[in-house]
């Protein structure tokens, strides 16, 4: 996966489009019929034959080379994201920076899940120094609020979720690096579009008990993140 170039990689999603149709690529706004309007450093001049794209699962169409610029603002981890439908190919990683997941059961029950214990997790990040995947390579980051501690039911759905976000932890899902909407603070450890609950017996944030559909919003987010039961069965 290390040896493939961006353009290699880029090639492995794509199905040859014979002839492009008569629509604007949505990544460059410009026609698909004409060159790309991408004009970035490392743009590496393509044949006329393999200048349009057509993405093998979802069929979206794109200039090969706007794919590749894509490709290379990302965090280049061999997997593609279509921008207009999300379809994922490959194995979508994020840029969370290291720390430690860790999770127990507790023997109290969450409002609305009367029936079970719950299940704590516990994340754990440290401050740091950014890498080449995060906004400002070379600048501290913040880490605020760690360890953060997070609920669910300890019932056959909780559980199953469970598995998953320890399949999004090993990706990097689960934080990113940036600007926290709540605290306005850039440059630290934020969420990353799969939501926790990080109260237990109240709901004051917003992001407590009840909720009854907190477990399919979530198994929802990871499937956004390419994380579905499948990836649960495995780990
Ligand atoms: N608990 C759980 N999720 C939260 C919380 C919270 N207290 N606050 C915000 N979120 C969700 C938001 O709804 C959003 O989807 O996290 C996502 C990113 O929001 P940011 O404010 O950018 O994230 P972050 O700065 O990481 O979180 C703010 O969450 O866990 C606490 O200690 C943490 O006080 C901090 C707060
Ligand atoms: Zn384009």
Same mark, same amino acid.
């Given at each position: 996966?290390?040896?493939?170039?961006?353009?290699?990689?880029?090639?492995?999603?794509?199905?040859?489009?014979?002839? =492009?149709?008569?629509? /604007? &690529?949505?990544?460059?706004?410009?026609?698909?019929?004409? +060159?790309? *309007?991408?004009? $970035?450093?490392?743009?590496?001049?393509?044949?006329?034959?393999?200048?349009?794209?057509?993405?093998?699962?979802?069929?979206?169409?794109?200039?090969?080379?706007?794919?590749?610029?894509?490709?290379?603002?990302?965090?280049?981890?061999?997997?593609?994201?279509?921008?207009?439908?999300?379809?994922?190919?490959?194995?979508?990683?994020?840029?969370?920076?290291?720390?430690?997941?860790?999770?127990?059961?507790?023997?109290?029950?969450? =409002?609305?899940?009367? /029936? &079970?214990?719950?299940?704590?997790?516990?994340?754990?990040? +440290?401050? *740091?120094?950014? $890498?080449?995947?995060?906004?400002?390579?070379?600048?501290?980051?913040?880490?605020?609020?760690?360890?953060?501690?997070?609920?669910?039911?300890?019932?056959?759905?909780?559980?199953?979720?469970?598995?998953?976000?320890?399949?999004?932890?090993?990706?990097?899902?689960?934080?990113?690096?940036?600007?926290?909407?709540?605290?306005?603070?850039?440059?630290?450890?934020?969420?990353?579009?799969?939501?926790?609950?990080?109260?237990?017996?109240?709901?004051?944030?917003?992001?407590?008990?009840?909720?009854?559909?907190?477990?399919?919003?979530?198994?929802?987010?990871?499937?956004?993140?390419?994380?579905?039961?499948?990836?649960?069965?495995?780990?």
């Amino acid at each position: 996966r290390k040896g493939k170039t961006p353009e290699e990689v880029v090639k492995k999603y794509l199905q040859k489009v014979k002839s =492009p149709p008569e629509e /604007d &690529c949505t990544i460059c706004m410009e026609p698909l019929g004409g +060159p790309s *309007g991408y004009k $970035g450093p490392g743009v590496t001049p393509v044949s006329r034959a393999e200048s349009v794209g057509r993405l093998a699962q979802c069929g979206h169409q794109y200039h090969f080379q706007c794919l590749v610029a894509m490709y290379n603002n990302g965090n280049k981890d061999g997997s593609l994201q279509c921008p207009t439908c999300k379809t994922i190919y490959g194995v979508k990683t994020g840029n969370q920076p290291a720390g430690k997941m860790e999770y127990h059961v507790i023997p109290h029950s969450l =409002p609305g899940h009367p /029936d &079970c214990k719950s299940i704590r997790i516990i994340y754990n990040i +440290p401050p *740091g120094l950014q $890498g080449a995947e995060h906004p400002n390579p070379g600048k501290p980051f913040t880490a605020r609020g760690f360890p953060r501690h997070c609920y669910l039911p300890d019932s056959e759905k909780g559980r199953k979720v469970l598995k998953l976000l320890l399949v999004a932890w090993d990706r990097r899902l689960i934080f990113s690096i940036g600007t926290s909407s709540t605290t306005g603070e850039s440059d630290t450890v934020i969420w990353n579009e799969v939501h926790h609950k990080t109260e237990f017996g109240s709901n004051l944030t917003g992001h407590g008990f009840p909720d009854p559909g907190h477990l399919n919003n979530v198994l929802e987010e990871l499937r956004a993140q390419g994380i579905t039961e499948d990836d649960g069965l495995m780990e």
